[in-house]
């Protein structure tokens, strides 16, 4: 597949087949995978696939508990856990594909990663860290691509993280690792292929970020 195409239309799929995805071309995908960039290399990542089925059952409850405190919060308006926000806001029930048929669906994936590994360059900062993640994401996102690129479809999501020591206990998560996220993949009927992004310029500007827009 093209990578421009790959880049402008792989959305998130949460709806699979009963395909069954064996481990060949599981291996594959993170063969692929595995040559994301990370901070000096160092590769932090550790991959849990997630079969059994209690472990599943037992994730996703905790993965229901963030999945409704998110729905009423976006109810409001506002952006879900996001940073200077207090979430005094009652949960919500709503469906949610993965969650509701995590038995079914075909590729559950837990990926950690190691702090030991990843320079925290801005750790010390007095704001939430982001730089760590930047180690792992790329990992993460070239899963999904890897599965694009073999007709599958997935979804990186991160509402495991908020329950991670519970998680932890529950998928045996070493210390000094982050739950970085949860992937979903499998066959799909259809690629969720419209994407709605913003344009360049609404995020571009130069010179500062108070700067003029960028535009052609
Ligand atoms: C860092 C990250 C965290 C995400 N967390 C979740 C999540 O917890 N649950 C979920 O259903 N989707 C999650 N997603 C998927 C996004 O909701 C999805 O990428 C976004 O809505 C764009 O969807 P689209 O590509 O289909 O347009 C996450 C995506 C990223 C990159």
Redesign the pocket.
């Known amino acids: 597949m093209d990578l421009q195409e790959a880049m402008r239309t ?3 799929a ?1 709806v699979f087949t009963d395909e069954a995805v064996g481990d060949d071309l599981l291996v594959d995908i993170l063969d692929d995978a595995r040559f994301a960039p990370s901070g000096g290399n160092r590769q932090p990542w550790h991959v849990a696939v997630v079969r059994d089925a209690a472990i599943r059952r037992e994730i996703a409850e905790l993965m229901r508990g963030v ?1 409704e405190e998110y729905v009423g919060a976006a109810a409001t308006g506002v952006t879900p856990f996001a940073f200077g926000r207090s979430i005094d806001i009652a949960p919500s029930a709503a469906p ?1 594909a ?1 969650i509701d048929h995590i038995d079914r669906v075909p590729v559950v994936l837990a990926v950690a990663a190691d702090l030991h590994r990843v320079a925290l360059m801005d750790g010390h900062l007095d704001r939430p860290a982001v730089t760590a993640g930047a180690s792992v ?1 790329p990992f993460c996102w070239n899963i999904v691509l890897a599965a694009r690129a073999r007709g599958l479809g997935g ?5 495991l993280s908020r329950e991670e020591p519970a998680a932890a206990d529950i998928l045996g998560l070493p210390s000094g690792h982050a739950l970085a ?1 949860t992937i979903f993949l499998g066959h799909v009927d259809k690629h ?1 292929t419209k ?2 992004r913003r344009p360049v310029s609404a995020f571009t500007t130069i010179d500062r970020f108070d700067g003029p827009p960028l535009t052609r």
């Open positions: 792989t959305g998130a949460r999945w949610n993965v994401y979804v990186i999501t991160t509402f996220a969720p994407l709605t």
